[in-house]
Structures are given as C-alpha cells and as structure tokens.
Nanobody, 124 residues
Framework: QVQLVESGGGLVQAGGSLRLSCAASGRTSSKYVMGWFRQAPGQEREFVAAIRWSGGRTTYSDSVKGRFTISRDNAKNTVYLQMNSLKPEDTAVYFC?????????????????WGQGTQVTVSS
C-alpha cells in the first residue's frame, strides 16, 4: 500500500503562484510514476502532469504546459507541483496519484493510489 498526502492548496489571485506537495509513504519504490490530477465541480477528473521517480521524465496536459512544473525530491519521498500564472479556470481540487506501471499514464485508470485532494481557488 502507498499513502499519499497533498498539501499547499489555498486561495490566490489570478496571475499568482502556488506550490502543491504530495508526501508519499508506505511501499514506495523508484519504479513508481506520480501524477497530479484536478477536478472542478461538476466536471470529470482530468490529468495535469506526471513524473517518474527514477529519471524524472515528465509530461503535462496542454492546458498547463509552460505554467506548471512537476518535480520530485527522492530523499523526502515528495512530489511537487509548482503552479505559476494561475487562471480562474485552474480552480479545482488537486489530487496526487501513484502507480507502478511503466510510462507516464495520463488517465485516471492509470493510477492505483490516490490522495485525499487539496483545494485550489483562483480568484479573478
């Protein structure tokens, strides 16, 4: 089992920045892929970014590319999502996810473990 705990959400004005953290514990492994997803009210959960623990290969959704950066600190077992130039449409609950599969999955079904989520609200 892998436990994931997100933190760092909050209220920010449009154009501002936030950094989300996801602390992983339990049976973590360098073979894992870590992802960030988000879900706005009344909408489906959507992919934001993913990173592999080993090697640090990353991928992003088109809607956040160039504004968000995913990174990891292997020593701290923590993954980060640096969010810059935030827009009101970025408002959502942000979830951290993990899985042992290869590659960089971008679907909800590609991940076995999920955190509880952290709210990000961007005001206009």
């Amino acid at each position: 089992q892998v436990q994931l705990v997100e933190s760092g959400g909050g209220l920010v004005q449009a154009g501002g920045s936030l950094r989300l953290s996801c602390a992983a514990s339990g049976r973590t492994s360098s073979k894992y892929v870590m992802g960030w997803f988000r879900q706005a009210p009344g909408q489906e959960r959507e992919f934001v970014a993913a990173i592999r623990w080993s090697g640090g290969r990353t991928t992003y959704s088109d809607s956040v590319k160039g504004r968000f950066t995913i990174s990891r600190d292997n020593a701290k077992n923590t993954v980060y999502l640096q969010m810059n130039s935030l827009k009101p449409e970025d408002t959502a609950v942000y979830f951290c996810a993990a899985d042992r599969r290869v590659g960089l999955p971008y679907t909800v079904g590609g991940y076995s473990y999920w955190g509880q989520g952290t709210q990000v609200t961007v005001s206009s």
